[in-house]
């Protein structure tokens, strides 16, 4: 099994760098039963993007989407 490689922003549009555990939000999800892929799914926001953004996993794309978080009032 590989493992999962995170380099950068999962936000296409950021591309900030992963340095380091602690900072941004991960999200990792392992491989469930009837995935074509049995690889350990693991994307990352940085500190910036997480407080926007938020990944949701689309179980027909069977890949994380970017969707935007709500404001808080
Ligand atoms: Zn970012």
Redesign the pocket.
């Known amino acids: 099994m590989k493992d999962a490689k995170i380099s950068t922003?999962a936000?296409p549009q950021?591309?900030?760098e992963f340095k380091r555990l602690g900072e941004?939000k991960l999200f990792v999800r392992r491989a469930e039963k009837g995935d074509k892929e049995l690889t350990q799914k693991a994307l990352w926001?940085?500190a910036?993007?997480a407080q926007h953004f938020d990944l949701r996993y689309d179980r027909h794309k069977q890949e994380y989407v970017l969707v935007t978080r709500r404001r808080v009032a």
């Open positions: 922003c936000n950021c591309g900030a941004g926001l940085c910036g993007c």
